[in-house]
């Protein structure tokens, strides 16, 4: 084995070593990811629309559309349009001030027209067209050879970031956007349809403040509804409270609705909504007084299948005042919305610095959707309404009253972006519910609801922690999860994804039960007994522990090591920890940060405010327990600063060694080239003092320059590799144990690759090299006669001189690769990591 050859199988070796784990881990965890290796150079994924019937989802990017066959993801490229700009549209956009990569066609509407078209919109440079796509060809129109394309002002944004939601109802384009260049002033239309029933919004700062538009839903009620009501169009978004006076802006969740049947009135509110209400969403857990004031998406469900009054909205929340991410879950009745649309009104006029009193509701009463009693009145249309009606809805937009709710679960440390549910089969008190809840870091998180009881299931890393969840879609027992840059389909139904004991009882309410004869999760059709289905599945898995009684977790640790001790709580009540008092703690949300000394060893409880049997009855439960304990010195547990230390002992000195015998083997050949090439006084020469003074022994690398900047202890989160000198408990809740060392070997804290280690090698590389230019004839003896005797006499002897050297090199150094091999087998961070803590439940 030559030193190269031994360089690069110990590079090969540290490679190996450190992406082995985490390739495992993300292998054992996704179905099917598509990235840029699918995708190619098309980016920017913002919408998603299904065809349930074929299962083609099609994906709104920048500059192109893309089909994928979500049956054959694996076999099957997609389907890609390109819809660019012109080069003189993006160079008039850039000359207004916009950059270049905002200058580009970001498709932001995708929705079916029920003629076997697709209605496709896209910002267009600042300038929002739209088109019309042929799903069964999957071909844009075109004219002449162009796209036919016409105006998108009012049913696109015109910047690719601005907040945006739009739904189709029979045909008609319904959307809340910007209006305008500027981005400064806000619209919900219904932008499509005969021109003269294209309508919007009155332009007052009472109707829209600051929006940002999140999302929307038709509900459609004529069907089968004996009063003859009409079909409504809600939408969700969060504005700046006028009703406030307070030092800073204040944003506050909205719901508004409109009428679909509405085409406003005859003089007042001409070609505006008549039936513009709007009611603010509250999310709060009353017993602690937080309030979650900012909406992020909205999933919208019927809980019984084809009846509209069942109809519930899901919103995911997080808070304007606190300084830590935040996420809250909260569900909203349809039929308590509507209780608060029909309820008082709120006057927003000021005299005097009171409230004034409240004018006098004129009948019939404003903005109230027509049906089959006003029909009968003679109000067959919108446009028939008095003017009094008319006024009093224009300037009395809000409502009083507030719809409210209690948080189902709260996440603190952790910012969700995107909801979808799936409801499962069961009687009105059993109803059990499963949200599937993607994060900012490219997670997708599983969270049970059954009754007041929340239990975390499964959280799963799916794409970098660069690319945040934007879109969720379930479909046949898969969730689809996109990110601007990849689409991940993943097992989303079925206790089969639930492989450990404990796992599946938590899931005892989504009618999973673990089988010890297969050693599996099974369904079945049995319903969970009365008490706490956990706590009574978790003891037919021979836990002793409980919901409310976890058995304390031992583990061994060393001084100066710091760990973060994890307490999950998904409700919003408080949690506190019982610990020796010791200043090297400190709390984040619900976990415990300890730096160990002598002094804080022991036991460590944490203790949160469940909910009781009712909401404002909290009950202490404990969600954690820890021992921790001074691990005994051993060989086969070395501390990680210890082992590597030791690890870049082995290979410094295996460097040195290989460095050693490469000047050895040079040496020689020198010595012997020199012996047969001059005579006796040519080292006494000037000449020969010149050259050995310039061709010095070459110095082996030393430790600073081989491992100053590697070696660093890399912490594994969400897939991706990131230096840090500490190790960290982390916690990862679908599967139990724990890890206190989850570490990889890095040689390059920038990349993890080990760029820095190859670069050192090839410098060694460098000694072996030199090796010719020590034994140069030309530089020696410019004589070829002599040159070539001298190979002649020489030759048979020095060959056989270089194969017992390098033979007793390569003997030598498979040794120490082989002892090297079985060091580095020894050491606890190459061994199997240890499993992760358990998913923790609550309930409120």
């Known amino acids: 084995m030559t030193v190269s050859g031994a360089m690069l199988s110990l590079f090969v070796l540290l490679v190996f070593l450190s992406a082995g784990s985490s390739a495992a881990t993300l292998s054992a965890r996704r179905d099917t990811i598509l990235g840029s290796e699918t995708f190619g150079d098309v980016a920017n994924f913002s919408t998603f629309l299904l065809d349930r019937s074929s299962g083609m989802l099609f994906l709104g990017a920048r500059d192109a559309i893309l089909a994928v066959d979500t049956k054959k993801l694996n076999e099957k490229k997609p389907l890609k349009i390109i819809w660019d700009v ?240 935040l996420s809250a879950v909260c569900v909203f009745s ?101 949200l599937y809840l993607g994060t900012d870091r490219g997670e997708l998180h599983q969270v049970a609801v059954v009754g007041q009881n929340v239990t975390l299931l499964q959280e799963t890393p799916l794409f970098t922690s660069q ?119 400190r709390q984040h949300n619900s976990d415990l940060e300890v730096v160990v000394t002598d002094d804080n060893l022991g036991n460590y409880v944490c203790t949160c405010q469940e909910g009781g049997p009712a909401i404002r009855d909290p009950t202490p439960c404990r969600r954690a327990a820890y021992y921790l304990t001074l691990e005994a010195p051993s060989v086969e547990k070395v501390s990680t600063s210890e082992g590597r230390h030791i690890l870049a002992l082995y290979i410094f000195a295996i460097l040195l060694v290989l460095s050693f015998v490469a000047v050895i083997i040079c040496f020689v050949k020198r010595r012997c080239g020199i012996a047969r090439n001059l005579p006796d006084n040519s080292l006494s020469s000037g000449k020969g003092r010149d050259l050995l003074g310039s061709s010095a022994t070459p110095q082996s690398p030393s430790s600073s320059s081989l491992f100053s900047d590697g070696f660093r202890m890399a912490e594994k989160r969400n897939g991706t590799a990131t230096s840090t000198t500490t190790t960290t408990l982390l916690s990862n809740h679908g599967n139990g144990g724990h890890s206190y060392s989850d570490t990889l070997i890095s040689s390059n804290s920038s990349n993890g690759h080990g760029n820095s280690l190859y670069a050192n090698c090839n410098t060694s590389g460098s000694v072996r090299r030199l090796g010719p230019e020590f034994l140069s004839p030309d530089m020696l003896d410019r004589r070829t006669g002599e040159r070539d005797r001298v190979r002649s006499e020489g030759g048979e002897r020095e060959s056989q001189e270089a194969e017992e050297v390098e033979e007793g090199l390569r003997d030598g150094l498979g040794e120490g690769m082989k002892r090297l091999e079985e060091e580095i087998s020894s050491f606890t961070m190459f061994k199997s990591p240890a499993p992760l803590a358990r998913c923790e439940e609550s309930s409120i």
């Open 86 to 325: 012109s080069d003189n549209k993006r160079k008039s956009c850039e000359g207004k001030g916009k950059t270049e990569g905002d200058c580009r066609n970001y498709i932001r509407l995708l929705e079916f027209l029920g003629d076997g078209r697709i209605y496709v919109c896209g910002t267009y440079a600042f300038d929002p067209q739209c088109a019309f796509l042929n799903a069964t060809t999957f071909t844009l129109e075109e004219v002449d050879g162009m796209v036919k394309m016409e105006s998108g002002k009012g049913k696109c944004p015109f910047e690719p970031s601005q907040h945006y939601t739009a739904i189709m109802a029979d045909g008609l384009l319904y959307t809340a956007a910007t209006s305008n260049f500027l981005g400064t002033l806000f619209d919900i239309s219904r932008a499509t349809g005969p021109e003269q029933e294209r309508i919007r919004i009155e332009r007052s700062i009472n109707w829209l403040s600051d929006p940002e538009f999140v999302s929307s839903a038709f509900i459609e009620q004529s069907a089968g509804n004996l009063t003859g009501d009409d079909d409504k169009i809600y939408f969700f978004f969060n504005e700046v409270a006028k009703e406030y006076d307070f030092y800073t802006k204040v944003k506050v969740p909205r719901v508004a609705r409109v009428c679909k049947s509405d085409v406003g009135g005859m003089k007042t509110l001409q070609r505006r909504w008549t039936t513009f209400l709007k009611a603010q969403l509250v999310c709060e857990d009353k017993p602690s007084g937080q309030r979650y004031n900012v909406l992020t998406d909205v999933f919208t469900m019927q809980h019984i299948p084809g009846d509209p009054s069942s109809t519930h909205f899901y919103g995911l929340f997080t808070s304007q005042w606190e300084q830590v991410d």
């Open 334 to 434: 349809l039929s308590d919305i509507s209780k608060v649309l029909d309820g008082p009104f709120k006057e927003l006029k000021k005299s005097c610095d009171n409230w004034i009193n409240h004018e006098p509701i004129p009948s019939p009463r404003p903005g109230q959707c027509l049906n089959s009693a006003l029909k009968a009145e003679g109000f067959e249309s919108s446009l028939k309404l008095p003017d009094k009606v008319l006024t009093f809805v224009r300037d009395h937009p809000l409502m009083e009253n507030s719809v409210t709710a209690a948080p189902l679960l709260v996440r603190k440390g952790i910012s969700y972006t995107k909801l979808a549910v799936n409801l499962k089969d069961g009687s009105e008190e059993r109803r059990a519910a499963v």
């Open 467 to 585: 690319e945040p969840v934007n879109n969720i879609l379930l479909h046949k027992g898969h969730a689809l999860v996109g990110s601007p840059l990849s689409l991940a389909r993943v097992q989303a139904e079925g206790c089969a994804l639930y492989r450990s004991c404990e796992v599946c009882a938590r899931a005892r309410g989504l009618g999973c039960v673990w089988s010890t004869k297969e050693e599996a999760c099974k369904q079945t059709t049995e319903e969970p007994g009365p008490g706490d289905v956990v706590d009574a599945a978790l003891k037919k898995c021979n836990v002793a522990e409980g919901r409310c009684n976890p058995s304390p977790q031992v583990l061994q640790v060393f001084r100066g090591l710091r760990l973060l001790l994890p307490c999950v709580q998904l409700s919003p009540r408080p949690c506190s920890w019982e610990y020796p008092l010791h200043r090297h703690t």
